[in-house]
């Protein structure tokens, strides 16, 4: 028997990407929605079948025409530009798009897995817990991360009101890195960036610490690879969660310094590093810290361990040295 089709709308992203990659692995048809250019454009993607493709601007009038029978929608389509500043455009691409996804689940009730943003957490003046009764009180820095929770804000509102799908689950998702990511550029992984410069200059260069205390290189992120992600999405959806809006990191939080070491590592080089000052734009929108409390998803019952962050580098690597 032919199983129904998983939606997966940004699938031309490095998330979505991945995620169909693992969906040809389980036979699993996908329908991917996207900017049509994006998988003609792409070189990562070359040898990925899409499966049925349909433009982002067109899914709603042809799901309404097409009335398709689907297995649920996971929805990883945004702009994911942390510093766009325009406001108008963040509300329709990321609020009002992933508004209309929610209510389409709903009414068909559909499962639904959608993309947060640890950007949600603003400066984690009020910690990294993905407790859904203080969500209120987070200030994201940058407009971005606004959008973000606002939409987190909006579907825990429709739940209230009983306007929900079958199944959904929301994750904000700390550092993302993995194949599939170079068309993101400057909002690349520091992984890729630091692979791009040391390969052009044999130096990398990562910014001077602004943070009172805190040494330069020694700024922490939650790293997480792709294929970790990937294998929580396929949790959420197969478990399945039955709602929430959950942390998606490692629990585990590793300085930019442990990270370029890993990348040199990978490659075999011996360590070059410079600090540059932090550019005017992001003073005061940078997050120097972020470390995902992990324990309600591990409650629901994700048990895999996690990629050490050499290990995932070392798979990355040996990716981008094969394309």
């Excluded at 909002?187 to 040494?215: E, H, N, R, W, Y």
């Excluded at 409390?293 to 895999?304: I, K, P, Q, V």
Aim: with cysteine.
């Amino acid at each position: 028997m032919s199983k129904l089709p998983l939606i997966v709308t940004g699938a031309a992203g490095m998330i979505g990407s991945r995620f169909v990659e693992s969906c040809l692995i389980k036979n699993q048809p996908v329908i991917s929605v996207d900017d049509l250019q994006y998988f003609k454009e792409r070189p990562e993607h070359a040898a990925l079948d899409f499966g049925t493709l349909i433009d982002k601007d067109d899914f709603f009038d042809w799901f309404k025409k097409e009335q398709p029978q689907v297995r649920g929608i996971i929805h990883l389509g945004a702009c994911t530009d942390t510093t766009e500043m325009n406001i108008d455009y963040l509300n329709e691409v990321n609020l009002k798009y992933s508004q209309k996804i929610w209510n389409l689940c709903s009414e068909k009730q559909l499962p639904l897995l959608y993309a947060s943003s640890a950007a949600t957490y603003g400066d984690g003046a009020h910690g990294y817990e993905d407790l859904e009764h203080q969500l209120s009180l987070l200030k994201p820095l940058n407009p971005y991360g606004v959008s973000k929770h606002e939409f987190d804000l909006w579907a825990l509102e429709q739940e209230k009101k009983g306007n929900h799908p079958k199944d959904w689950s929301g994750y904000k998702f700390f550092n993302v890195y993995g194949f599939g990511e170079r068309h993101k550029g400057k909002m690349a992984s520091v992984v890729l960036k630091a692979f791009d410069q040391i390969l052009d200059t044999g130096k990398v260069k990562l910014f001077k610490s602004d943070q009172p205390g805190m040494k330069d290189g020694e700024q922490k992120r939650d790293f997480i690879s792709v294929e970790d992600v990937v294998s929580i999405l396929w949790f959420g959806l197969e478990k399945p969660i039955r709602r929430g809006i959950f942390n998606l990191g490692t629990g585990h939080a590793r300085t930019f310094l442990d990270l370029v070491h890993s990348t040199y590592e990978a490659m075999g080089i011996s360590p070059q590093i410079e600090f540059i000052d932090m550019p005017e734009e992001l003073k005061g929108r940078y997050q120097s810290f972020t470390e995902a409390h992990m324990d309600r998803l591990r409650n629901e019952g994700y048990n895999t361990p996690f990629l050490s962050l050499e290990e995932g580098i070392q798979r990355y690597i040996k990716r981008l040295k094969e394309l």
